[in-house]
């Protein structure tokens, strides 16, 4: 696995062998996410579908989801 230079925290780390997302987003995140904080992400997901009982399904619920990604993964994120 290559190694990323992660935007959120600031490391460099294991990155992704293949996007987890098809298109640009998925492309965004092999290019500047570790797998650390793809990780923390998945956990924060997990508690956003289970606090507004999420049907993942939903349209909605997936825009929501995409948006709160980009915001946990690409703005004002914690330097470790």
């Not at 098809?22 to 998945?42: K, N």
């Not at 999420?54 to 914690?78: C, I």
Request: glycine share 8%.
């Amino acid at each position: 696995m290559p190694d990323v230079t992660c935007v959120r925290c600031g490391q460099t780390r294991a990155g992704f062998e293949r996007p987890p997302f098809p298109g640009a987003i998925g492309a965004r995140i092999v290019a500047e996410v570790c797998q650390s904080c793809w990780g923390d992400w998945l956990k924060q997901q997990t508690m956003l579908i289970n606090h507004y009982g999420l049907n993942v399904r939903d349209q909605r619920a997936k825009e929501f989801l995409y948006g709160e990604l980009e915001k946990f993964l690409f703005t004002s994120a914690p330097q470790s």
